[in-house]
């Protein structure tokens, strides 16, 4: 679907992909060996929550700014909603949080990512070492779902050719202001053959499955059998919503 190149970073911040044997304070991670970005510790995670891993992926939330990016993660991470005034992340910020995947433990870096043009070279440097991207768009937003042809260009250009994409139509709990209809979100994914699901930061819709359903195809590509048979991301996503009736959180 893209081509992998090597770009070198226009921005200062350094690579989230850290040396093994170092950790950043808070919320960095410790490991013993490393295989294709993929981590593999022999101790604890150096989160907040000292849980242990057995494997961890980087994700990225992608997308213009306004969109719901740290919300969503906040969300995620904290199962909170950042109410009152909207605030752009500047630069790169991320966290933490361990999934139970399979029988495994599988830690998720999420990196949150400043939709600015002016922090563009910045998150450029971090695409390559993505194993995820996150892609969104605000329902209540027009511009924003338009420019997502753009994202996906980008990301085509600097990220690693097997990453997983997956598109969230984000802040579906708004009714009155949608200008995006779901199916407009359908086709476009349909278009450019990545999974898509609509997720609201602030009732929690499909918020724990969105990153769910990106951690199982991670570790389903790590650990499968050469003759096991291929993870179906969208048919895992549509199956669970099914389930949930579309509400879960």
Avoid at 149 to 165: C, G, N, R
Avoid at 179 to 190: D, I, Q
Wanted: aromatic fraction near 8%; charged fraction near 25%.
């Amino acid at each position: 679907m893209s081509r992998k190149k090597n770009v070198k970073g226009k921005g200062s911040s350094k690579s989230p992909n850290a040396s093994p044997n170092k950790s950043k304070s808070g919320n960095g991670i410790g490991a013993a060996a490393t295989s294709n970005g993929v981590v593999y510790p022999s101790r604890p995670s150096l989160s907040n929550s000292g849980e242990f891993y057995d494997i961890a992926f980087k994700v990225m939330l992608v997308g213009d700014s306004g969109v719901g990016k740290t919300c969503l993660l906040v969300r995620f991470k904290d199962r909170a909603f950042l109410a009152g005034s909207f605030i752009s992340t500047v630069g790169i910020d991320f966290r933490n949080k361990v999934l139970n995947i399979d029988a495994l433990k599988v830690k998720l870096q999420i990196w949150d990512t400043a939709g600015q043009e002016r922090f563009r070279s910045v998150t450029h440097a971090y695409y390559r070492d993505a194993h995820a991207l996150l892609l969104l768009y605000d329902v209540t937003n027009k511009a924003s779902f338009d420019n997502i042809k753009a994202w996906l260009t980008e990301i085509h250009e600097y990220a690693q050719q097997d990453v997983v994409i997956m598109l969230l139509g984000n802040k579906a709990d708004v009714t009155h202001d949608r200008v995006v209809k779901r199916e407009e979100g359908e086709n476009l994914a349909k278009e450019f053959g990545v999974p898509f699901m609509e997720t609201s930061a602030k009732s929690g819709l499909n918020v724990e499955l969105s990153f769910t359903a990106v951690a199982k195809e991670l570790k389903h590509r790590s650990t499968k059998a050469p003759d096991e048979p291929k993870f179906q991301l969208q048919d895992y996503v549509n199956k669970e919503m099914k389930t949930a009736g579309c509400c879960r959180s």
